[in-house]
């Protein structure tokens, strides 16, 4: 019986969880899959009130669940998923930037990053003397081989074979290792090694795009992933996962929204996809691929919220989201 966390979180995160609850219930009935979901707290609220933002029921409910979804947190977002991260081990932030048919989206955009999630340039570890200021990236042999070893599995299994490493193994000692070990990885699983350098790959994502998947370092990762979400259709669209050996906790990659938290409008489909990708990490692959056809025919039918083209409101596009699934239309 899947048990599974779920994290609201703050700003827009408690309305767009109230929305996508059904929708999780919906597609775990028409599976029939037994799934246990249990909502904790953490985030800027919580901390306010308890002085904690990542409470220790959170934390251990966290532990032991089959995975977690999380929607938002505010300023304390590094102090609720960067311990989740280190002390869970989440190695690979997984975030596939696909385009659903919605106006301010390119057509047929399919870009899946997989950063590194524990090393690189996000150690936050360096110092200053106030006139020069070092930050240390480090890049392991271990972190590398893992990552890149996920990446080549991730493709195999979602049947893509256009597989990236990026670095800028011309300037950084890191980005050496990091390619080094990708290449000996890509022979290993049965792949072509293929990489470009980082800028190289950023004018190719806006370009032509000869990647189905870019496995790279923290930062790397990070700042590309934002420039995919420009092709989706923005941040409400999309995905991601936080993903360990035993643990993941899936959360869209859109922050607290604070502009719009409140009002109704904010798009839950980046959480919902979200959720796909959690049943598909449980195995429920059809659970999955069901809830990616009902929000792809969400969007094609103009259910959608103002982000995206649309008028609707959250509750709203999640509720049409469900009834596709149960109509199976
Ligand atoms: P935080 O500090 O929590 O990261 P932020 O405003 O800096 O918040 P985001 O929350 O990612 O960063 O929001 C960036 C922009 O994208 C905002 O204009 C926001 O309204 C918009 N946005 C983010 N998520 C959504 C969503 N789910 N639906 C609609 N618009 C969104």
Request: aromatic fraction near 8%.
């Amino acid at each position: 019986m899947p048990r599974i966390v779920l994290i609201p979180g703050d700003g827009v995160g408690p309305e767009i969880m109230e929305s996508v609850i059904p929708v999780l219930e919906a597609v775990a009935d028409k599976h029939g899959i037994p799934l246990q979901m249990e909502i904790h707290e953490a985030g800027d609220e919580v901390k306010r009130r308890r002085g904690v933002a990542l409470p220790e029921e959170t934390f251990q409910a966290v532990r032991r669940a089959d995975a977690t979804l999380m929607v938002a947190v505010g300023e304390t977002a590094r102090e609720v998923i960067l311990p989740i991260r280190q002390e869970l081990d989440l190695y690979v932030n997984l975030r596939p930037a696909k385009s659903y048919p919605v106006p301010n989206a390119v057509r047929g955009f399919d870009v899946t990053i997989v950063r590194e999630n524990t090393e690189g340039l996000y150690v936050r570890s360096g110092w200053t003397n106030g006139d020069t200021a070092v930050d240390l990236r480090i890049i392991t042999k271990r972190g590398s081989e893992r990552i890149c070893r996920y990446g080549y599995r991730y493709a195999r299994e979602m049947a893509k074979d256009r597989v990236y490493a990026v670095h800028k193994a011309n300037v950084l000692l890191g980005c050496m290792l990091f390619r080094d070990v990708c290449s000996s990885v890509a022979g290993e699983e049965g792949f072509e090694f293929r990489d470009m350098y980082v800028d190289a790959a950023a004018m190719r994502l806006a370009m032509d795009r000869p990647f189905d998947v870019i496995i790279t370092t923290n930062m790397f990762g990070d700042i590309l992933a934002d420039l995919a979400a420009a092709y989706i259709g923005g941040l409400g669209m999309y995905p991601s996962g936080n993903i360990g050996d035993d643990n993941a906790v899936f959360e869209p990659v859109h922050g607290t929204a604070p502009d719009i938290a409140g009002k109704g409008v904010a798009n839950p489909m980046a959480t919902i996809l979200s959720a796909a990708m959690l049943f598909r990490w449980l195995g429920y692959r059809e659970a999955a691929d069901d809830l990616e056809r009902a929000v792809w025919r969400a969007c094609e039918l103009g259910y959608t919220t103002p982000d995206v083209g649309g008028r609707m409101r959250t509750w709203e596009v999640s509720a049409r989201v469900r009834d596709l699934l149960n109509s199976g239309e």
